[in-house]
């Protein structure tokens, strides 16, 4: 088991963060070689960065050429650049590969006079390799003629005519090409940005490069997956560059991006001679009459998680109905109080004495699942949760109730009249608790709370890093992607999209999943990265075995052992 701050993940960088790093970096390596550089000197340390990038780009492509099992030769590979830098990484790509033998056409949209600095050097190199380059206009005679020609000639089309340094509308002649491309049907690789796409204003034009996959050169940037954009950019895929590390820690914008590579080194160790309770003891409250399969879905993810005794907190009404369900959970009855049958099979105040006698040896607790916005079952979450001394996962009717902290009237779903002093109110209860928690809302939830998010997903993370920070709670918005917002002001951004999650139940079982990993003794932040991180991969497994259309949460759950077997064997 690792902190995050002992990984090392890759920082999420802004447009303008990336082309700063560049011009930076170029500067830094000059000046370890002579004090003072040339804009010689400056422009081959650029070229050995170009160098490293076309090598890249070069592995990647060579790792998607198939071979014709009839002819045992490969079709020819189509590279289309620019006269800039990312036309200079596509001459590299088209260097080695005829080094490679493998046959490939370069069509620039730039004359060889329109090549400077890095790109000349490109250049020269590819020329000096036996390459040539071939004229654009080329393929919009061909087009007129045999529209598919492309799908017919060649087997892949690697985009490098623009990369991140497009801005606006494309010119005529860069948008014909893009659309003679898109009706291609042939797969394509962009390099650091689709033709099309404006990465400073994060804006997808309507005439756009439609990517298979994107190589991303360096670091991660947020515009590849993200609503607004990533379906232009298709998978990402990022390169590494050797930059000077202390350059780069001039532009870490503390976004970090996560993927379920990091699994393993997150997962805590078992404790292969401790009783149940060494392994962790989850103590959950959940459920009401309406909504008792709120609490088995957490429940059951929580004993499917690692922890060594799980015991659930619900209303005598649904107790039986979820024992029928679930043998392993201890129950903890809670009074219905029956005469009062208005309020029956809800948490209410009178509850509290019970579960605070309960919960005092659990090792972290969850709380919210199908409660209910039942105005006497808010009041008793709102008396409780600041009584609460263990971890604590807050999500679903938890956070609904901290919404109505100033309503009369329990009002589900509804934001208060003044939404500045909802938020204050909220920001000031939540930085009360005294205990680590961690909050798991979704779009409305987080509104009900916060306000709406920013209208742009680029907004959305420095958002997050100030609710966390004022807090002092980590927040995990739930989502595509899923962000979780640290109070030390990192924020960690998990790449998933997969609509067969998008169900009801499916936060639920997250937070069955982040509370075991509480209680087996995760840090907060941990606990909600790597229960995000185990979640989506327990729900891509799911996916490919039922269909988007037909899983559900339960099954998510019945697979939660794949998602931690496979990277702890």
Not at 244 to 266: A, C, H, R
Not at 388 to 417: Q, S, W
Not at 481 to 492: R, S
Request: glycine share 8%; net charge negative.
């Amino acid at each position: 088991m690792r902190s995050l701050q002992s990984l090392n993940l890759q920082p999420v960088l802004s447009t303008e963060s990336m082309r700063n790093l560049d011009a930076a970096s170029k500067e830094f390596l000059a000046k370890k070689t002579t004090s003072e550089p040339s804009e010689k000197d400056v422009i081959q340390n650029g070229y050995t960065l170009m160098q490293e990038a076309g090598l890249a780009l070069f592995k990647f492509v060579q790792s998607k050429i198939v071979e014709d099992p009839i002819s045992h030769c490969t079709k020819s590979v189509a590279i289309f650049i620019g006269g800039g830098n990312n036309g200079g990484d596509g001459l590299v790509l088209a260097k080695h590969l005829l080094q490679a033998g493998i046959h490939c056409t370069v069509f620039s949209l730039a004359p060889e006079s329109k090549f400077k600095n890095e790109a000349k050097l490109a250049l020269d190199d590819f020329q000096q390799a036996g390459g040539a380059l071939t004229d654009f206009k080329t393929i919009t005679e061909k087009a007129k003629q045999a529209p598919l020609f492309l799908h017919e000639d060649f087997q892949l089309i690697v985009d490098c005519m623009l990369g991140n340094g497009a801005k606006g509308e494309l010119r005529p002649e860069f948008a014909e090409i893009v659309r003679i491309i898109n009706e291609s049907e042939t797969p394509v690789i962009a390099a650091d940005a689709p033709t099309g796409y404006d990465s400073a204003t994060h804006v997808r034009n309507n005439i756009c490069i439609q990517a298979n996959e994107t190589m991303l050169f360096g670091f991660p940037r947020l515009d590849a997956y993200v609503k607004e954009s990533c379906s232009a950019f298709g998978k990402a895929v990022v390169a590494q560059l050797n930059y000077p590390s202390e350059v780069i820690q001039q532009f870490d914008e503390k976004n970090y991006l996560v993927t379920e590579d990091y699994i393993s080194q997150l997962l805590p160790k078992r404790n292969e001679w401790g009783d149940k309770r060494n392994q962790g003891t989850a103590f959950i409250i959940a459920g009401s009459k309406d909504m008792p399969g709120a609490a088995a879905l957490c429940t059951e993810a929580a004993l499917r998680s690692g922890a060594g005794l799980v015991t659930l907190a619900t209303t005598e009404a649904i107790t039986p109905i979820i024992q029928a369900k679930l043998s392993e959970p201890v129950f903890c009855s809670l009074d219905d109080f029956g005469k009062d049958t208005m309020h029956r099979g809800t948490l209410r105040q009178e509850n509290i004495s019970t579960l605070l006698d309960r919960v005092k040896h659990a090792s972290a607790i969850a709380i919210g699942p199908g409660l209910s916005t039942n105005l006497v079952t808010v009041r008793a979450i709102l008396e409780l949760l600041p009584q609460l001394k263990a971890p604590t996962v807050i999500d679903a009717d938890a956070l609904n109730a901290i919404a109505m902290l100033d309503d009369a009237e329990p009002r589900c779903g509804m934001v208060f009249h003044d939404e500045k002093a909802t938020v204050q109110a909220v920001t000031e209860y939540l930085r009360n608790l005294q205990q680590p928690a961690i909050l798991t809302p979704h779009v409305r939830e987080f509104a009900r709370l916060f306000g709406a998010l920013p209208n742009s997903s680029f907004a959305i993370p420095s958002r997050l890093r100030e609710i966390a920070t004022s807090t002092n709670k980590v927040i995990l918005l739930k989502g595509a992607p899923t962000y979780i917002a640290a109070p030390d002001g990192n924020v960690y951004i998990i790449p998933v999209a997969n609509s067969g999650m998008a169900k009801g139940g499916s936060g639920d079982v997250l937070s069955g999943i982040i509370v075991a990993l509480l209680a087996q003794g995760l840090a907060t932040p941990e606990a909600a990265v790597l229960g995000a991180l185990l979640h989506q991969k327990a729900g891509h497994i799911t996916r490919e075995e039922l269909g988007a259309f037909s899983m559900l949460p339960s099954d998510v759950i019945k697979n939660l052992h794949k998602a931690f077997v496979q990277n702890n064997e």
